[in-house]
């Protein structure tokens, strides 16, 4: 009642309601100016530091001085200047410390710096009422002026403590109004706690209700002055550091990692990639900790880059990388973290070593994977264990490829691939080598064992698959070696496999073969004649050989059979039956085939009789080298006229690609070179062969010889039909492998054309021949079947 009273009766309001604007106004300016100050680190802090001190200090102190004007206690009011100075350098002083202290960082500043400023409050007050005091005896209730001073610090702490609380300057209203409260509340509890006993009242300076009103707005409106220069300076720190937010927003936005920034430890700032990866909105993240999604944030210092772990909101662990820089430009603690998702980068890389450890179509582990895993059980077998190693090789894929196109060929691969997966057991590898091999390991503890694998193996091959409405099948060849059996080293072990492997491809009724020592010697013999044949043409140690053909009328030579000789390091000839398939298989009779037609017309173009050449030629030379060009080269280069050379091709090369053989044959005879049909009657289709191209020759194969000598009734009838197709053809025939009077005879009285053969004369080198040919037409007269010798 007592303060009411003070309030309603001793107060001139309107002066009461300015004192109460400027109180609030410079609450929410000292409170401002306060969390300004304590997020200031660096050097400007002295500067808030003083504009919130003469700010809170202005408030106080006109608030009061407002107040007090606004008192009338029925005597004359006088101010003694001195303390009223003294009261407002208190007040500016106190609200200086009283900021410092709630800035500094210890546990409760906000509290002490409170206390302080309720202490200077009330300091400010009394200080000020001993000025107003001086024409009067004031006679103070001591527990009205307790209880205002406890009020005042309580107030002044709890509005310090509920700033330090709030988080932004907008939510700061409980501050301010804790700050009024407590400046009202100490201003009317002291004023109440004062009795006034007048003296005789003297002529003041002050005096009359006129000019104490100018006054009281004279000081307001320093006051509001004062208050307004700290709110203006204020506003615009505040804008320029909304500003510099948004840049700093602006910056980070365009990031393709997600950033956040923190400022004394909250989120102040983050672009939409954190908050994509986070999977929150902005709002749920501003004013939180960045660490309550991502790890590791605690213990980053400027410049740190770690890999850590973020969870989404949903609860997805998700591998990042995150720096951090310390914004030194920034005001505060303000920390910018860069989170980079590692998902992407760490699949490419989980990619890419699957892509070096396995085969890229099929997905199967690849060669290097499969050698690194062979080693590790090779080194790690329990003694007395066998490993099995499987070479598997597809029969027919190519036939695949060359009939529906590489893509389907491809798919096929893949799921075979799949039915070799689908029956691996346990402990089981398989892998793709390359094309259409695969090898396989499997431990063992017998030989059945490994057969049964290697069955498994075999019928996941051969299911037939439709690809593309077309049914497919490929057959399997699989080669086995055992470790430790069949091996002392690994490349050993796997060649091995690869032997058996090449026996159970050529063979007609087994396609699982396991290695065996001395059946695998003639492949090895086969490898060792291929590189013998490579030294071979680089030390040209062939020969060619001439044998002589004759014609049956007249007795004369009409040609030389080319025939490839092979000298090796002891002198002795190699028959060209042991090393041409050979050199087919490897391609070798390319380079053999092109040095015999070169040698063979140089030599035949030095010859002073004009006779015919025949060069035998390989069905890999007809598929595989331009010879219509190479020929007119080789005719060109040596000057031989086109019309002495005959190309003697066999009915194999043929029936492979008729069409485009008939095709290089028509090109060749072109040219002016005849073409003879080699070895005919021992192919299966020879009537149709001849019937496909206009042979300028028939070779009888040397077998009808042979057989003739038999005496068996259907080789002469063959023979006999043969000579009559020629003749129809109007074709000639040649019979080879003459060696005996009576074929001579025989053929002679059937019409054949011409011969050739042991009788005439053995295939010889350059010289011998062509001496031997010139004597040919005696031996022919000479020649009488064994019973008209005997006759005559
Ligand atoms: P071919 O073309 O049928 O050659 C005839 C073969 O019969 C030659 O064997 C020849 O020595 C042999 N011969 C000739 N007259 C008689 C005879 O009265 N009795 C017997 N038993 N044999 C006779 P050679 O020289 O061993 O050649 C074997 C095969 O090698 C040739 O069979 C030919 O297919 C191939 N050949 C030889 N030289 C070349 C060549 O330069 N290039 C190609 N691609 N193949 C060649
Ligand atoms: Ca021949
Ligand atoms: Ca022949």
């Known amino acids: 009642m007592r303060i009411v009273d003070c309030l309603t009766n001793a107060h001139n309001l309107a002066l009461v309601a300015l004192a109460a604007l400027i109180c609030v106004l410079g609450s929410w300016i000292t409170v401002s100016l306060l969390k300004r100050v304590r997020s200031t680190r660096t050097g400007t802090r002295a500067a808030w530091v003083f504009l919130g001190s003469v700010a809170g200090g202005a408030t106080v102190w006109c608030t009061h001085f407002v107040a007090m004007i606004a008192y009338e206690p029925g005597v004359q009011v006088t101010y003694e200047p001195g303390l009223t100075g003294l009261s407002l350098f ?26 302080v400023f309720g202490l200077t409050v009330a300091g400010m007050h009394f200080i000020g009422m001993a000025a107003f005091a001086v024409d009067a005896v004031i006679h103070w209730s001591t527990p009205y002026v307790v209880a205002s001073v406890i009020g005042s610090v309580l107030f002044g702490a709890a509005a310090f403590k509920a700033e330090k609380l709030s988080t932004t300057a907008r939510n700061s209203w409980l501050a301010v109004v804790l700050m009024v ?49 700290g709110a203006a300076s ?10 510099a937010e948004i840049r700093l927003q602006h910056l980070i936005e365009g990031g393709v990692d997600g950033m956040a920034v923190e400022r004394d430890g909250v989120i102040v700032g983050a672009n939409s990639a954190l908050l994509k990866l986070v999977g929150v909105e902005r709002p749920a993240l501003l004013g939180q900790k960045l660490s309550r999604w ?143 091999e695969f090898v396989a390991m499997a431990e063992v503890s017998s030989r059945a064992e490994a057969e049964a694998v290697a069955k498994r193996l075999r019928a996941a091959i051969i299911r037939p698959v439709t690809i593309e409405h077309a049914d497919l099948a490929c057959g399997a060849s699989i080669g ?127 010859w002073a009789e004009p006779h015919k050449i025949a060069v035998n030629l390989s069905p890999v030379q007809l598929g595989h080298v331009d010879l219509p060009r190479l020929v007119q080269q080789v005719l060109q280069e040596t000057g031989l006229d086109a019309t002495r050379l005959e190309l003697e091709i066999t009915e194999t090369a043929m029936i492979s690609d008729m069409e485009r053989t008939t095709h290089v044959l028509r090109q060749l005879k072109d040219l002016g070179v005849t073409i003879a049909m080699d070895d005919f009657g021992t192919g299966y289709s020879s009537l149709s062969t001849l019937r496909a191209f206009p042979f300028d020759k028939i070779k009888l194969d040397r077998s009808f010889m042979i057989e003739l000598d038999g005496d068996l009734p259907q080789s ?59 004597a040919v037409v005696a031996s022919l007269s000479d020649a009488q079947p064994a019973e008209v010798r005997a006759a005559a």
């Open 90 to 115: 208190v007040a500016i002083c106190g609200c200086g410390a009283a900021l410092l202290m709630a800035s500094l960082r210890f546990n409760g500043s906000a509290l002490v710096g409170g206390l």
């Open 181 to 229: 409260l407590g400046i009202v509340i100490l201003h009317f509890t002291a004023m109440s706690a004062m009795t006034i006993l007048p003296f005789v009242p003297q002529d003041g300076v002050l005096t009359g209700d006129d000019a104490r009103q100018a006054i009281a707005i004279g000081v307001a409106g320093v006051g509001l002055l004062v208050l307004g220069a």
């Open 234 to 243: 204020y506003a615009l720190d505040t804008q320029s550091r909304s500003q």
């Open 294 to 436: 991502v790890e590791d944030v605690a213990r980053l210092a400027d410049g740190d880059m770690v890999q850590s772990s973020l969870t989404t909101a949903e609860g997805e662990v998700l591998p990042i990388e995150l720096a951090a820089k310390r914004d030194h430009a920034s005001e505060g603690e303000v920390m910018i973290y860069a989170v980079r998702d590692l998902r992407a980068r760490q699949a490419q890389e989980r990619r890419i070593a699957h892509l070096a450890r396995n085969d890229s179509l099929t997905g199967l582990p690849n060669r290097a994977s499969f050698l690194e895993r062979l080693t590790r059980q090779t080194d790690t077998i329990k003694p007395g264990a066998t490993l099995a190693l499987f070479a598997l090789d597809l029969n027919r894929f190519k036939e695949v490829n060359d009939l529906y196109g590489h893509a389907v060929g491809d798919q096929l691969l893949c799921r075979i691939s799949d039915h070799l997966r689908e029956v691996l057991h346990e402990g089981e590898f398989i892998a793709r080598q390359g094309g259409d």
């Open 480 to 606: 086995v070696s055992l470790w430790p059996e069949d091996a002392d080293n690994l490349s050993t072990l796997i060649n091995n496999a690869d032997l058996a492997m090449y026996r159970a491809k050529a063979s007609l009724t087994q396609d699982i073969c396991f290695y065996e020592a001395d059946m695998d010697q003639a492949v090895r013999a086969r490898r060792r004649v291929t590189q013998a044949l490579r030294e071979a043409m680089d030390n040209q140690r062939f020969e060619l050989h001439y044998q002589v053909q004759a014609s049956v009328q007249t007795g004369k030579a009409t040609g030389y059979e080319v025939l490839l000789r092979w000298k090796d390091e002891d002198g002795r000839y190699i028959p060209p039956s042991d090393f041409i398939p050979v050199a087919e298989e490897t391609g070798l009779i390319l380079p053999i085939g092109e040095w015999v037609l070169r040698q063979a017309c140089k030599q035949a173009a030095g």
């Open 716 to 774: 002469q009838a063959i023979i006999r039909a043969v000579l009559t197709i020629g003749e129809s053809l109007s074709i000639p025939v040649l019979a080879e492998g003459v060696e005996t009077a009576e074929q001579l005879a025989f053929l002679r009285a059937q019409g054949c054309n011409e011969v050739q053969g042991y009788l005439l004369g053995r295939p010889q080198p350059e010289a011998d021949a062509l001496s031997n040919g010139a």
